[in-house]
């Protein structure tokens, strides 16, 4: 029997994405208006089921531009999804907010999961206390122009949390405590570019952690950080994971990396999950040909590797996320397919879904699995 | 083999209004013919300047103050600036620069700007030089007929691979290549890799390759230098360097990345951050975050000890057997 991923809520999930899409249109030019040609869109994020349980660190790994970014963001309705549900798992304390505003959010499942793409923009503002982004650049993240104070006490203003000056100190103090920078009043009053790199990082995550959030995407936290340091930054993140009770949707495009923190992963290409299952799984036994490409290129420091050529189970380069290949997107640049004539008819008509291969560890290719099979599962 | 670069006490330094930023301090190492070499250490320990220095395009405020570079028997520090400029630089020593290929002038074809190198540097008509750009550009895995395509026409591996073939365009026996691969994925990044270790392999050029990530210099490198705050703490071959590491730096650098294969064992980080180089720690430069500091280490400089044959350390945890 071939079972298909579904991500079915539990009591333990706090977030399920299904079939997500976030489209950007193209701008047009005059001509275009008047020739009638239709609009086009960056597929950005094209079609993404996923599912994190409570104190999960999920892994979305990819290349560049394969919309991990636009999937971390449409999850916390940073930016606008196209279509698709986006469960999640509210606190009382956002769903009585919610009430005293006389907002009903959409309920969409026994476990009493809300729909996020469903929440008017109007009501977004209570949602921030629950869900936060860490940005990949320590760099830009931060206005240059704020003291870290004041960069730290601005969320707590804009919420309206701590109702005197003296309480927001005290809170800041402690942020700053829990990601280390001690004493907090030798930090509080510098600005960003007076903290080396791995120092602002840790402002960030502050910021983001300061208004006690359950749910973080963290966008490549630490890649642009030496390799020297961010050991220590993760080890903090991980440490305030435990320490908070939170879930991380953990954004890199760095798969050894993903090893050490995530425990489960996903590998995105051009918009779309290729591969999904515990880290473990998917890094020690890639069944996807793109995920099998990714970790054949991933140097080690081993001296050794020298004397030979890495070889590289892959072709050609990203198409444009504009225009999607038919069929199965890999296709273009998939080995697997040029040497299987048995399942080329399907890889260029149909997309093929993600497909168990072991227990939780799902792969979107039309080698696994018996195709007219699972055909007929996608048409029930 | 025979000694093709010889860097003997190199210092280069940036004379900023807030004082002398001592970028490269000291700096000395050998590379043979068709050999290659790895330079690694975090941002900022002087990586890049080395190499600016090593083909002398030091931007001001900086400056080569000391020092010999002797390439092919003669050091080159000695030459005027003409000469240089004339007989060295592109010709015998190239450089493949950090961001580069986003410099790529963006109102000429591909193909214009690598027949300019053959028609500035060798005299060739118009003709000549595009027939080169052709074979060159085959050389690096392009179509030729892309020699009409704009650089926002070609992906950033592309556009890589166009910088490699200008560097490699006048068969210089030295290519200095820093950080070829930083803005590039992991699938690009090995295929660029691959094709450096065939060119070299091909042509026996003798490459630095500059980056901070040593899993990369692995891929090809016979030496490897290890630097850290403007100076070589360690340098060796690629065995000694990666099995046998002796430097608490390098070894804690090693430890700090993490590894596709094999077991999972604990990530170490370095504590802190590199010295200010304007005015560095006394002693050894490293040992505010070394946690075998002995109190020796923050009052003198360390020696430098050939720990074993080619094998060689700036520790006092050394100096000591
Ligand atoms: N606001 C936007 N408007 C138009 N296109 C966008 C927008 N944001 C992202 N894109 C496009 O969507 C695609 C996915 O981008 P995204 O930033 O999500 O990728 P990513 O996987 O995070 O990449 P990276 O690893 O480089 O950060 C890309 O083609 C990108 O150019
Ligand atoms: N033009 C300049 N003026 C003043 N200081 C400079 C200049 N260029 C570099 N420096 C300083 O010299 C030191 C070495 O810089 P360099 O660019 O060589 O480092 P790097 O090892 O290449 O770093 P990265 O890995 O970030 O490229 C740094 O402290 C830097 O701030
Ligand atoms: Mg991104
Ligand atoms: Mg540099």
Redesign the pocket.
């Known amino acids: 029997m071939v079972k298909l991923f579904e991500p079915v809520p539990d009591e333990q999930t706090i977030l399920y994405v299904k079939n997500l899409k976030t489209w ?1 249109p ?1 701008r047009r030019g005059i001509m275009d208006v008047i020739k009638r040609i239709p609009p086009r869109y ?1 597929h ?2 094209d079609g993404v089921s996923f599912k994190i349980q409570d104190g999960d660190t999920f892994g979305l790994a ?12 449409t999850v916390l309705r940073l ?1 606008d999804p196209t279509s698709g549900v986006i469960g999640y798992h509210p606190r009382k304390r956002l769903l009585d907010e919610w009430a005293e505003n006389g907002y009903e959010p959409p309920v969409i499942d026994d476990y009493g999961n809300i729909d996020l793409a469903k929440i008017p923009p109007r009501h977004l503002k209570p949602l921030r206390k629950e869900m936060q982004m860490i940005f ?1 650049d320590p760099y830009g993240s931060l206005n240059p122009r704020l003291t870290i104070y004041k960069i730290l006490e601005e969320p707590l203003v804009i919420h309206k949390i701590g109702s005197t000056k003296e309480e927001r100190y005290d809170i800041v103090a402690k942020a700053l405590e829990a990601v280390k920078l001690t004493p907090p009043e030798e930090f509080m009053n510098r600005y960003p570019h007076m903290l080396s790199g791995g120092q602002r990082q840790r402002v960030v995550i502050a910021r983001a952690l300061i208004l006690q959030p359950k749910f973080i995407v963290a ?2 936290p630490v890649s642009m950080l030496d390799v020297s340091i961010r050991a220590e930054i993760l080890e903090l993140m991980m440490e305030l994971k435990n320490r908070m009770g939170l879930t991380y949707l953990f ?1 890199t ?1 760095d798969l050894a990396l993903a090893r050490y923190i995530t425990n489960k992963i996903a590998i ?1 290409y051009l ?1 779309k999950i290729v591969e999904l299952g515990p880290t473990r799984r998917v890094l020690e036994n890639p069944q996807h040909p793109y995920t099998k490409a990714l970790i054949a290129a991933i140097p080690d420091p081993d001296p050794r590797n020298r004397h030979i050529l890495r070889e590289l189970p892959i072709k050609g380069e990203v198409p ?2 504009i225009n999607i290949p038919p069929g199965c997107r890999f296709r273009p640049r998939c080995v697997v397919y040029d040497n299987t004539p048995k399942i080329q008819k399907y890889c260029e008509a149909i997309e093929p879904p993600l497909i168990e291969v072991e227990k939780d560890h799902y792969v979107s290719c039309w080698m696994h699995g018996e195709p007219e099979e699972i055909i007929k599962l996608l048409k029930k | 083999m025979e000694t093709l670069l010889e860097v003997k006490d190199l210092k280069t330094y940036f004379y900023t209004t807030k004082g002398v930023v001592k970028a490269v301090d000291g700096v000395s190492f050998s590379l043979g013919k068709g050999e290659v070499m790895g330079l690694a250490g975090e941002s900022g320990c002087g990586k890049s300047t080395t190499a600016y220095s090593l083909i002398r395009l030091v931007p001001p405020p900086g400056k080569i103050v000391g020092g010999k570079i002797i390439f092919e028997g003669k050091n080159i520090l000695e030459l005027s600036d003409e000469d240089f400029r004339k007989k060295y630089r592109w010709k015998k020593i190239s450089m493949i620069f950090q961001g580069a290929m986003n410099a790529l002038n963006p109102v000429y074809t591909i193909g214009d700007q690598l027949a300019e190198v053959f028609m500035l540097h060798e005299g060739l008509t118009k003709t000549e030089a595009m027939s080169k750009v052709y074979e060159l550009l085959e050389m690096v895995g392009i179509d030729p007929k892309r020699a009409r395509s704009y650089p926002h026409e070609l992906s950033g591996g592309m556009k890589q691979r166009v910088m490699i073939a200008m560097a490699l365009a006048l068969n210089p026996p030295l290519v200095i290549a820093d950080e070829p691969t930083t803005a590039l994925d992991v699938v690009v990044q090995a295929q660029i890799m691959n094709l450096l270790k065939k060119l070299q392999r091909e042509k026996n050029v003798s490459i630095i390759l500059i980056t901070h990530d040593l899993s990369l210099i692995a891929e090809i490198a016979d030496k490897v230098a290890i630097m850290y705050a403007g100076k070589v703490v360690e340098y060796g071959t690629a065995e000694q360097i990666y099995l046998n590491p002796q430097h608490p730096y390098t070894q804690a650098l090693l430890r700090s990345i993490p590894r596709l294969r094999g077991e999972i064992s604990k990530l170490e980080w370095i504590p802190g951050t590199p010295p200010d180089l304007i005015a560095p720690p006394p002693g050894c430069r490293f040992a505010p975050r070394c946690k075998f500091r002995m109190d020796i280490c923050t009052k003198e400089e360390p020696p430098t000890i050939e720990v074993e044959p080619g094998h060689i350390v700036s520790c006092w945890l050394h100096a000591k057997k």
């Open positions: 950007f193209l960056v950005a994020v990819g290349e560049s531009g394969c919309g991990k970014t636009t999937t971390g963001k930016v990949q966008d490549e954004i495009h995105m918009g444009s996320a």
